[in-house]
């Protein structure tokens, strides 16, 4: 009988688990679809800690850290530890990968999802780091960087990507712009909450600009670098880089874009 009555509680356990984790799901999808945001982003029982030397890295070299209050930097912390753990970083050409390149590179890809629930895709599972420009096997030129998904890699100049941080306000940061093409890829193939919030504002995006009197607008702005209007894929990854660097002037040149892309983002500017 007392078998019997363990598998009895523990089948009402696992019926009240199933029908919470049901009914959270519920409020999710009615999160999104009224508020257009996932019910939560930020929940960890034992967030992770970053040493003391990141946690001076980011004090003294990353402004958005510098910005947060101390709740948000304990997420930060603990977003910034989960990626370093996750992603292998290698380097090439006798390039040394430091705890501040890790930090830096780090940071910029928590930066960029911190409004995400799903933050760790699978899009990529490596971040590899040249010393400066490298060449291309594939076509035989001169990169900065690249998302490879076919690789599953992200690969860097690290000369470029710092010159990204040290003028903040040219609209050109490497590292915002190759990881918003990871981003934007695992959204466009994945169902989860943040996933949705994304692909919803993308396809906003994507008619706005499209749509021939907007773009020959944008065009003329000069505000955007005319590399964005290759494709749909760089013209939101340079968006994203100017939401960024620039965010007053970007509100002030085109306000509704500049909101989509913070809903798109999740983010509060």
């Not at 070299?61 to 910034?80: P, S, T, W």
């Not at 590179?105 to 760790?120: D, E, K, N, P, W």
């Not at 690290?158 to 003028?167: L, P, Q, T, V």
Request: hydrophobic share 40%; aromatic share 18%.
């Amino acid at each position: 009988m007392e078998i019997v009555f363990i598998i009895f509680l523990l089948a009402i356990t696992a019926a009240i688990v199933y029908s919470g984790m049901f009914f959270i799901s519920l409020l999710d999808d009615i999160s999104i679809a009224l508020f257009n945001r996932p019910l939560y982003i930020h929940l960890y029982f034992r967030p992770k800690k970053v040493s003391p030397e990141q946690e001076y890295l980011l004090r003294q070299k990353f402004r958005f850290y510098q910005k947060l209050n101390d709740k948000q930097k304990i997420y930060f912390h603990h977003r910034l530890a989960c990626f370093i753990e996750k992603y292998q970083f290698i380097p090439l050409e006798d390039f040394v990968v430091t705890q501040e390149v890790e930090t830096l590179i780090a940071a910029t890809y928590v930066m960029l999802t911190f409004g995400m629930r799903q933050y760790l895709v699978d899009a990529f599972d490596k971040i590899i780091i040249y010393p400066e420009k490298y060449l291309s096997t594939q076509s035989q030129e001169y990169y900065k960087g690249e998302f490879n998904p076919k690789m599953k890699a992200i690969v860097f100049s690290w000369k470029d990507f710092r010159e990204g941080y040290e003028i903040d306000n040219d609209n050109l940061n490497l590292g915002i712009h190759e990881f918003s093409h990871a981003v934007h890829c695992h959204s466009m193939q994945s169902n989860d909450a943040s996933s949705l919030t994304f692909k919803k504002y993308y396809t906003q995006l994507s008619k706005e600009v499209n749509y021939e009197p907007n773009k020959q607008k944008l065009i003329n702005s000069d505000y955007f670098r005319i590399y964005a209007y290759t494709n749909s894929y760089e013209f939101i990854s340079v968006m994203i880089e100017h939401y960024f660097e620039t965010p007053i002037e970007f509100r002030s040149k085109f306000p509704k874009l500049y909101q989509n892309v913070s809903r798109m983002l999740n983010h509060k500017p």
